[in-house]
């Protein structure tokens, strides 16, 4: 699977691109705060439960959280899921804690 291809990437470098923090994960950041967010509030699934079954996407995704530059750049929580409440209505999984 997808996320599969993307944790046997990331088993030959710490980045996607190589050694160092590149535009790659510049772009892919905001998707990774996001999944931490609206995972567990639309869909009821934790997401550090999901990469505990690969072995370098759960390092690659902390080493993203965790820069600085994206830290200092991540939207509010409540933002997050507004913003996601008008794209994505029909998507509240049942047992999630989210409502629209």
């Known amino acids: 699977d997808r996320l599969a291809a993307v944790d046997e990437l990331l088993d030959r470098a710490p980045f996607l691109l190589g050694d160092d923090f590149s535009f790659a994960e510049c772009v892919a950041a905001p998707w990774v705060q996001r999944f931490f967010v609206t995972l567990p509030y639309f869909r009821g699934i934790d997401f550090d439960d999901v990469l505990r079954a690969?072995?370098?996407?759960?390092?690659?995704?902390?080493?993203?959280?965790?820069?600085?530059?994206?830290r200092e750049s991540i939207c509010?929580?409540?933002?997050?899921?507004?913003?996601?409440?008008?794209?994505?209505?029909?998507?509240?999984?049942?047992g999630a804690r989210g409502c629209l």
Do not use: H, I, N, Q
């Open 76 to 94: 509010p929580e409540g933002e997050m899921l507004d913003a996601a409440k008008r794209y994505y209505v029909s998507y509240l999984s049942p």
């Open 54 to 70: 690969f072995d370098a996407l759960p390092g690659w995704t902390r080493a993203v959280r965790d820069r600085a530059s994206c």
